[in-house]
């Protein structure tokens, strides 16, 4: 899809954990770009989107969870709630509990991201 490739001026930050920020450059870039609210979406919303915002938030970020902007795949048969009850309660989760001391977790619709 080329509108999500990388332009030759953007970083790129290859990830092998749930967690964006294990073992990868994602801390020292965005913090050279001076970033104070990391805006998340994508994939695995039980898995790399609940890791990742953890661990934004402990690290001293705001995060802005865009509500809907994060799937699964339906875990049913493991016995896991359905895919539509993880991502509500993933969205619900970023703004309650989601605060450590000076830092908090939110959920914001898609109308309300900007850049």
Do not use: N
């Amino acid at each position: 899809m080329p509108e999500l490739e990388p332009g030759a001026d953007e970083p790129l930050v290859e990830k092998s954990y749930g967690d964006a920020f294990a073992e990868t450059s994602l801390e020292q870039t965005i913090a050279g770009l001076g970033v104070a609210e990391i805006v998340l979406v994508g994939a695995a919303s039980e898995q790399c989107i609940r890791c990742t915002m953890h661990s934004a938030v402990i690290r001293g970020y705001d995060v802005a969870l865009v509500a809907g902007g994060h799937t699964t795949v339906d875990l049913t048969d493991f016995g896991l709630p359905d895919p539509a009850t993880v991502i509500g309660f993933m969205d619900a989760i970023a703004g309650f509990g989601m605060e450590w001391p000076g830092r908090r977790g939110r959920s914001v619709s898609p109308a309300e991201v900007g850049f």
